[in-house]
């Protein structure tokens, strides 16, 4: 008895061999991974730096590269960078192959780290290394994937922080922080609560304590703990204002006056944030209704912030203009955060909180970015009742503020341009726009007539014109709440005149003058003004209809400032914005006829931008809509085309006819002495190119315009029994055309997208009108198609199967045969079959709709099983947008409509000798391929295709598992899950959810979220 066996002596002596055979491989292993790093990070030789790095990259995807970094990360490697570098390859591979390890490794890699984390040297100040940070971060990304472990850690790093040393706390410190966030960062990652979760609330409490005890020791140890703070804190695991001013009332102290600290930005930075995170609303919910001990933590953080104001000289460094430093922004933000989260305490205060609102009208008054972090406070204000509010927080409140926030909105006195003013020109924008405007509006509900008097009061005189821009700002950014005010009642529950009315007479009133002055206006002056006045007249167009004389006034307005360059973009939607709305005031010949001779001088003015001309045309289409008879309209639509038409025939012979195929570069034509003609530096053949892609640019223009000439056409009506010869568009249509086929024989990729944009609307205008001319339109769509795939060729084509593909089956089956052949051949040939998503996408609608409406045109087609292969290969790729067309349109084909009966013999056939294929690009797509927004696509294929084939997807299934080259993710190839899913997926599910319960569960198993 206690002799140990023969056996029991050779397995031991087996045990210690095979460990240090181990140890000795790890340490070949280490000092490869040594010595290629030294290469990537030392080597003068770019050669050699790439091979080091490709050999890295290969290295670090083995089960050999764990024993390895171990070996580099052990208080025994004096570089403290290769110690890093080991340390963050293992952080990286415990976060994507943790889930590879069994118990036993895992157990021994989180003994190792935690050891080779206690050993490493520290930095400054008794801080941890880099290496023993990353260390810390490797273990907490580890714990936070493992049930148990990250209790197990925390309980490890509070015995640490108990031993009272600066070193072995900060290490402490560092790992409770990495703990929390790694927890959260999984969480967010996977959607679901992490194994580590579990145990830590219970801890919470013992955590602040050691963080408290810690704080005092040093400013780093203080930052290091207010990190941890605001990571324990993210979890939301019960930690609020009130239980930390209750059990852990120095630590929040520490944290508030952290903030005031001088000279130490990182650590007003730290308490700045975990105060962030401290009030959030799942871990400091402050309803009006709060307990007791919630109001007496509010008020006395509150009277806290009131000594710190005066420590930091709040009042006078924001009264005084100068730029805010970075520690009074950060009290500031943490001042205007907390006031945000008691707002609803402090709306139905008796007076204790009253200070706080003080504050926060100082920090209203500062610079930008500190004005714009008060803004939560004051729209929070306005979820409380106006009569439940203490007396200061009505109408004298808002009488401060909207003059505060008017003054904020108003440039300097001596702003001249962006260029050489103060204040950045975006930050100045976001805050008028998205906050000022926000409060403005409360203090209009609030004050009504009286802050209409305010805008009246900056408009009066001849007050500068940063007060005019200013008004006219505030009007447009109101007017949607003004236009409300404005078609509110005017009379109370008796019929009597109300405040409304009142309101309402004096919004009128600032109205008619302001409109009044723009009508008669010159634009001219500053561009911000310009660009101002030109809003305002787009957003109360449906209010100047009422009144002809200021509509047209402003017509002329907008014109002017169009051709005097000032805002053209903002004039020209303000123009339209004017016809659409006045369109039936303005749609008389006479007065028609007057604005179309302007309008199209400028919509041909090649000197302003593409897109003003475009809104121009389009805003004159609606008049011409809107036409007293066809005949008027049909004169004011040549007098809209013919322009671009002429500079359509002066562009189009500057460019080559592509009827043919290009030449190939080998067989091109040769200068005499072996070169290809270009000379020098190919200036001239760059010239050419450029002058060439200028012309094309102008041409898909006009071609725009006369699309954009047409667009609102649909509302002309011809007199009864009219043939479509009799429609303004179809005449005008037949005088462009030679010129429109040309442009077909000789447009780049731009001019053919224009020209196909001009048939579709064309088509929607004509509907069946347009018949005589569609045998003609499919052939140029299926030409350019061919010759130059653009998208707008597929949307016209899948416009034209919806309205005419009953009669007009057999030109349409033709061109959707060329559109098919052409796509499913490139598919078939390119070898990046991704790098035209937009094409694709609009290539599986126009399948998909025709499946829709007319599925013999497509179902009868030859070439149905290449397209039916052609959308099993998009199946497994990344983009979103096509790969969920080509799922959509396959769920179709295989399930079929009521109108495809007669052809299901394609859709069998398909699926019989390419359905084992499709599904396993089905089952890659699941398992890796797919980004996660297209799982759910994937599933319903799947069923699909089970329902489809339900005799042959066991086999199909076992086939695709068995397959070597299909990536499977974390799940084993061979294994009780692979079976469990092959026989979930095969078999017949009660409900469409049963099935996606099953699938999703496969997914998730792959992608190593679930086990």
């Known amino acids: 008895r206690g002799v140990p066996t023969l056996a029991l002596v050779v397995r031991r002596r087996a045990g210690q061999h095979t460990a240090s055979r181990k140890r000795m491989a790890h340490a070949a292993h280490a000092t490869n991974l040594r010595q290629a790093y030294a290469l990537l990070t030392a080597s003068s030789s770019e050669a050699e730096r790439r091979a080091a790095n490709e050999w890295l990259v290969g290295f670090a995807k083995t089960a050999e590269a764990w024993g390895a970094a171990e070996e580099l990360v052990r208080p025994s490697e004096a570089a403290e960078e290769v110690a890093f570098f080991a340390a963050n390859l293992l952080y990286s591979k415990i976060k994507t192959e943790w889930h590879t390890l069994a118990d036993a490794p895992r157990r021994q890699l989180r003994d190792a780290l935690w050891s080779a984390a206690c050993g490493r040297p520290s930095g400054g100040e008794g801080q941890p290394g880099p290496a023993a940070r990353r260390l810390c971060l490797a273990l907490a990304a580890a714990a936070a994937r493992t049930e148990g472990l990250a209790e197990e850690s925390t309980r490890l790093a509070l015995s640490l922080a108990a031993a009272a040393d600066a070193v072995q706390g900060s290490l402490a410190v560092e790992l409770l922080g990495a703990l929390a966030n790694e927890v959260v960062a999984e969480e967010e990652a996977t959607g679901a609560a992490s194994p580590g979760r579990s145990g830590l609330r219970a801890l919470a409490p013992a955590v602040l304590c050691a963080l408290q005890a810690l704080a005092p020791l040093s400013s780093s140890m203080c930052i290091g703990c207010l990190r941890a703070l605001q990571a324990w804190l993210a979890l939301n695991a019960g930690s609020s204002l009130a239980s930390l001013y209750a059990g852990q009332g120095p630590l929040l102290a520490a944290t508030l006056n952290a903030l005031a600290a001088v000279n130490n930005e990182p650590l007003n930075l730290a308490a700045a944030d975990a105060l962030g995170e401290l009030l959030t609303s799942t871990n400091s919910p402050l309803p009006a209704s709060a307990p007791r001990g919630a109001r007496d933590a509010a008020e006395a953080v509150a009277a806290q912030f009131g000594v710190l104001a005066r420590e930091v000289r709040l009042a006078e460094l924001l009264m005084s203009g100068e730029p805010a430093d970075d520690r009074l922004f950060y009290f500031c933000r943490a001042l205007c955060a907390f006031a945000e989260r008691c707002v609803d305490l402090v709306a139905v205060t008796e007076g204790s909180l009253l200070p706080l609102v003080e504050l926060l009208l100082l920090c209203a008054g500062g610079e930008l970015r500190v004005a714009e972090l008060s803004i939560d406070f004051w729209v929070g204000l306005q979820d409380t009742a106006v009569a439940q509010r203490h007396e200061r927080l009505r109408a004298p409140l808002y009488r401060r503020l909207a003059t505060l926030l008017l003054d904020k909105c108003t440039l300097p006195a001596e702003f001249t341009s962006w260029d050489e003013a103060a204040e950045d020109e975006e930050e100045f924008r976001r805050f008028r726009e998205q906050s000022a405007l926000e409060v403005l509006g409360a203090c209009l509900s609030l004050l009504a007539c009286e802050f209409v008097g305010q805008l009246q009061a900056m408009l009066q005189g001849s007050p500068p014109w940063q007060k005019l821009e200013a008004a006219l700002f505030v009007l447009r950014g ?286 929607g205008c004509l509907g069946g009108g347009l018949a005589p001319l569609l045998p003609s339109i499919l052939e140029q769509i299926g030409t350019t198609f061919c010759r130059r795939p653009v998208v707008g060729a597929l949307e016209c084509l899948t416009q034209a199967i919806e309205l005419y593909g009953e009669s007009h089956e057999a030109p349409l089956s033709d061109t959707l045969e060329k559109f098919v052949d052409a796509v499913c051949g490139w598919l078939a040939s390119t070898a990046a079959p991704e790098a035209e998503p937009e094409l694709l996408s609009a290539f599986f609608e126009l399948c998909h709709r025709c499946l829709v409406f007319r599925p013999q045109l497509l179902l009868s087609l030859p070439c149905v099983a290449s397209l039916f292969d052609a959308a099993a290969a998009c199946v497994a790729h990344q983009e979103f947008q096509h790969t969920r067309a080509a799922i959509t349109f396959l769920c179709l084909f295989l399930s079929g409509t009521d109108a495809a009966n007669l052809y299901r013999e394609s859709a069998a056939h398909c699926l019989q000798r390419s359905g084992g294929t499709l599904l396993r690009y089905c089952v890659q797509g699941l398992a890796s391929a797919s980004p996660a927004n297209l799982v759910d696509h994937q599933i319903e294929l799947l069923r699909v295709i089970a329902e489809s084939a339900p005799t042959a997807v066991h086999g199909w299934l076992v086939a695709a598992l068995a397959d070597p080259g299909l990536d499977l993710g974390a799940l084993p190839r061979q294994g009780a899950a692979a079976e469990a899913f092959v026989r979930g997926a095969a078999q017949q599910h009660a409900t469409v959810a049963a099935f996606h319960c099953v699938a999703s569960e496969f997914s998730r198993v792959c992608r190593g979220k679930a086990r």
């Open 478 to 763: 109101l007017h949607v709440q003004i236009k409300g005010a404005l078609r509110g009642s005017a009379a109370d529950g008796e019929g009597r005149p109300s405040a409304a009315a009142e309101l309402q007479a004096a919004l009128n009133q600032l109205l008619g003058f302001v409109f009044g002055q723009l009508a008669a206006w010159r634009p001219s002056g500053a561009t911000l003004l310009v660009e101002s006045a030109m809003r305002l007249v787009g957003a109360f167009a449906k209010w100047l209809q009422r009144d002809e004389a200021l509509l047209r006034g402003c017509l002329r307005l907008v014109l002017e400032a169009v051709q005097a360059g000032g805002a053209p973009e903002h004039a020209a939607e303000a123009f339209r914005a004017l016809c659409i709305h006045g369109r039936r005031r303005l749609a008389s010949a006479a007065y028609l006829s007057e604005l179309v001779g302007p309008c199209t001088a400028l919509a041909g003015s090649a000197a302003l931008a593409s897109s003003v001309r475009l809104t121009l045309q389009e805003a004159l289409a609606r008049l011409v809509g809107a036409a007293p008879s066809p005949a008027e309209a049909e004169q004011l639509l040549h007098a809209l085309v013919r322009a671009p038409c002429e500079q359509l025939a002066a562009l189009l012979p500057h460019l080559p006819p592509s009827d043919g195929a290009s030449v190939p570069p080998e067989t091109a034509p040769r200068a005499s002495d072996g070169s290809d003609g270009s000379r020098g530096s190919g200036g001239e053949a760059a010239a050419t190119a450029a002058s060439t892609q200028g012309v094309e640019e102008a041409v898909a223009t006009q071609l725009a315009l006369i699309g954009a000439a047409i667009r609102f056409s649909d509302t002309i009506q011809v007199g009864g029994g009219g043939s479509c010869a009799a429609h303004p568009v179809f005449a005008v249509l037949s005088y462009c055309w030679p010129l429109l086929q040309d442009a077909s024989r000789r447009g780049g990729p731009s001019v053919l997208q224009a020209l196909l944009e001009l048939h579709g609307r064309a088509m």
